[in-house]
């Protein structure tokens, strides 16, 4: 793994652009990563102690949206406000991923098939000064900094770092890896990247935590490039040592998030619950419910700092995932007429969850809970249920196309959710435009149309205050 400053990346990114001819994935609450910068980027408890914010000059308060396009290799980012183009900015090849930093300043372009990631300045960020704080609104731009793997895949973002998950690869022997890092890093203000790296190649996941690190393991002789261990480890200057290797087993081990308190990761036969107190952790399983049929397992999750509860995926049903009372229980959403699910995840406060699904069918979810009833001591009573468990029910399902349209070959909708307002962003493909939905009222409040068709879609600004972030893939 290599971290380098791009040679001539003002010139490449003008060349790519020539060429091209046109233009067009959870933060959780914990420590800050061993890797971070204080001065590089405003905790969640300074923001929220600040009330002298100048922001004046801040034309995108809403943020700004970085859309990658599946014909070229430019992503072009749009100013909210002024619902056009104001930067396009040539990658070194197409991304396969894109997530949004931290705290949302630098997009993250992941391009699997040449190994490398790439990493884009929104221009919208924080600064501290003294007593309180500037908001700052530059140009966006590209960064020096970037990753050179072999065959970079996942990618988790949290307040305890981002850590992009490389592969490795079976055929030409090269060793999978995971390199933690922050916008501090990226932004050049700090070359703290600590990394691990495996004695084996494998399709695995990590999430950082801090000065932890909790990742998968595989048996090198084992027959499957899976991974069905999960090991802690703990920073030493620029790299990870192994500390200790969960008694739980995790078979064909895929997807993970994690919360204020607890880690999780999806397996064959049901979820790896890691918990953390101090700097002591231990592990349970939750299994898969008696109502999973034959193959079915989860495969995805997404956590948020305010929730206890997870999401999580299995083909095309969304499950929610209780840590404490060990079960999965299933939400009351579908995909249509059994499509596949583009999006899913909570809000930026953790309010809402929102689904997507293959149709441009748009689900909100509201959360509630017994203390919320009118009659909730009765039915604590009757059926025994927790006062303060979250329960979540549809408030608003919208068609994003209309049933004549059809998708172009090749595409699907994108979702990025915004992180200073209760609102979300849907890439539509048909269209050539991005929707912005609010999340209360589930009304269409804002299009902006696009010159390109869009793939991907990242979210860039500065985050309300209170505002919790989740990133995981």
């Known amino acids: 793994m290599i971290f380098r400053a791009k040679v001539l990346a003002a010139a490449v990114s003008a060349i790519l652009l020539s060429a091209c001819g046109g233009m067009d994935h959870q933060v ?10 204080a001065s590089a980027t405003e905790t969640k408890e300074e923001a929220s102690e600040d009330t002298h914010d100048h922001d004046e000059a801040v034309k995108d308060v809403a943020g700004r949206l970085l859309v990658t396009s599946s014909d070229n290799n430019v992503v072009n980012i749009y100013s909210t406000a ?3 183009l104001i930067e396009s900015v040539g990658l070194t090849s197409k991304p396969q991923y894109a997530y949004g930093s931290e705290n949302h300043r630098y997009a993250i372009l992941v391009q699997r098939n040449d190994g490398m990631v790439e990493f884009v300045d929104g221009g919208l960020y924080r600064e501290a000064h ?7 609104e530059d140009a966006p731009s590209s960064v020096s900094f970037q990753l050179t793997s072999t065959k970079p895949t996942h990618v988790t973002v949290n307040e305890g770092g981002i850590a992009v998950f490389s592969d490795g690869d079976e055929d030409t022997q090269q060793n999978a890896s995971v390199a933690v890092f922050g916008e501090a890093q990226i932004g050049g203000l700090s070359d703290g990247v600590v990394e691990l790296e495996y004695n084996t190649h494998m399709h695995g996941a990590a999430q950082a935590r801090g000065e932890y690190l909790v990742s998968s393991l595989r048996d090198s002789d084992g027959a499957s490039n899976m991974p ?5 480890y703990h920073a030493h200057d620029d790299h990870f040592d192994q500390e200790q290797v969960f008694d739980v087993t995790c078979p064909v081990l895929h997807g993970s998030a994690q919360n204020e308190h607890t880690i999780v990761f999806g397996c064959d036969d049901g979820v790896a619950v890691i918990t953390q107190q101090g700097g002591s952790f231990s ?6 419910p008696e109502s999973f049929t034959e193959g079915m397992r989860i495969g995805s999750l997404k956590g948020h700092h305010h929730s206890e ?9 969304l499950f929610i995932l209780h840590p404490e009372e060990g079960e999965l229980e299933a939400l009351e959403w579908q995909s249509t007429n059994g499509l596949s699910l583009s999006y899913y995840g909570f809000s930026h406060d953790g309010e809402h969850i929102i689904a997507l699904d293959s149709a441009g069918k748009l689900s909100i979810f509201a959360g509630h809970t017994h203390e919320d009833d009118h009659e909730s001591e009765q039915a604590n009573e009757n059926e025994g249920e927790h006062e303060h468990e979250v329960h979540w029910e549809v408030t608003h399902e919208i068609a994003i196309k209309d049933a004549e349209t059809t998708m172009p070959e090749g595409h699907s909708f994108s979702l990025a959710v915004s992180h200073s307002e209760d609102a979300v962003f849907v890439g539509d493909p048909i269209e050539k435009q991005i929707k912005k ?4 009222s589930g009304e269409l409040v804002q ?3 696009l010159d390109v068709v869009p793939d991907r879609l990242v979210w860039l600004g500065i985050a309300s205050s209170e505002e919790a972030h989740d990133h995981d893939h």
């Open 309 to 317: 509860q997870f999401i999580a995926s299995t083909r095309n049903q």
């Open 28 to 37: 959780t609450k914990t420590e800050q990563a061993v890797s971070s910068d």
């Open 228 to 232: 069905s261990q999960i090991a802690l």
């Open 130 to 136: 003294g007593d309180h704080y500037h908001n700052h």
């Open 447 to 449: 299009t902006i149309e």
């Open 283 to 288: 592990a349970t399983k939750v299994a898969n």
């Open 437 to 440: 939905y609010d999340l209360e």
């Open 82 to 84: 002024d619902q056009s």
